[in-house]
């Protein structure tokens, strides 16, 4: 186990208020979400779990990508963790003291986490222009912790309105926080590795009721 300090107090700036409202996403950098402490427990264990291969994604965008999975949020049905006890490990960081008391500072209320997984990405990797939402209508918020060391392209666009497109470049121990209604791609990885955690926040903790139609 590692030690982790339980009355910690996320800072968020100004300047990240003002980001997430005008493009649905803000960025914190390394250390301030999760410590470079937790960061390595996270990724010691991550590298351990199974992974399949993706080319297509929940609103039928080509993708191309490993996927690694420890909370699963199918149509119809509840989260459920699987490749337990590793994810649950992992989880239990996510979603301890310190991190709900900064989600519900940034989104006003407390969420429940729903599906979680890590997505690896090599050189020509991608994951096209999506909307998290058409994987369930609940999502609020998705929380990506970057976890690869170094890493070439694999920007993270989104698309707020029609006209306006800003890009973020993530490093290693980056957290983006992004709103689940916004379109957002993830550019070509040019080189090494792009590994990412993901998952995703939401107000709703029953069946996800996303229909299904593909
Ligand atoms: O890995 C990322 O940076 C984000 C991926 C993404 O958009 C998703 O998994 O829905
Ligand atoms: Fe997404």
Do not use: W
């Not at 649905?24 to 390394?30: D, E, H, R, S, Y």
Request: proline share 5%.
């Amino acid at each position: 186990m590692i030690n982790i300090e339980t009355n910690r107090s996320i800072h968020i700036d100004d300047k990240q208020i003002s980001t997430f409202i005008e493009t649905g996403t803000a960025m914190f950098p390394m250390g301030v979400v999760f410590t470079k402490e937790e960061l390595q427990y996270i990724n010691d264990i991550q590298i351990k779990l199974p992974q399949e291969q993706v080319i297509i994604g929940d609103a039928g965008e080509p993708n191309l990508l490993y996927v690694s999975r420890l909370m699963v949020d199918l149509p119809g049905e509840k989260p459920t963790l699987v490749n337990r006890p590793l994810s649950e490990s992992i989880i239990n960081i996510l979603n301890d003291k310190i991190r709900q008391k900064f989600f519900k500072k940034l989104l006003g209320k407390e969420k429940y986490l729903r599906r979680c997984q890590i997505n690896r990405m090599t050189k020509n990797s991608f994951i096209g222009r999506h909307i998290d939402r058409d994987s369930n209508p609940d999502y609020d918020v998705a929380v990506v912790i970057h976890l690869g060391k170094q890493f070439d392209g694999g920007e993270f666009v989104v698309y707020p309105d029609n006209n306006k497109s800003y890009t973020f470049r993530p490093n290693y121990g980056t957290v983006l926080i992004s709103q689940c209604k916004i379109p957002h791609e993830v550019l070509t990885v040019n080189s090494d590795e792009r590994v990412s955690l993901v998952f995703f926040l939401s107000d709703y903790l029953e069946e996800n009721r996303r229909i299904k139609n593909h």
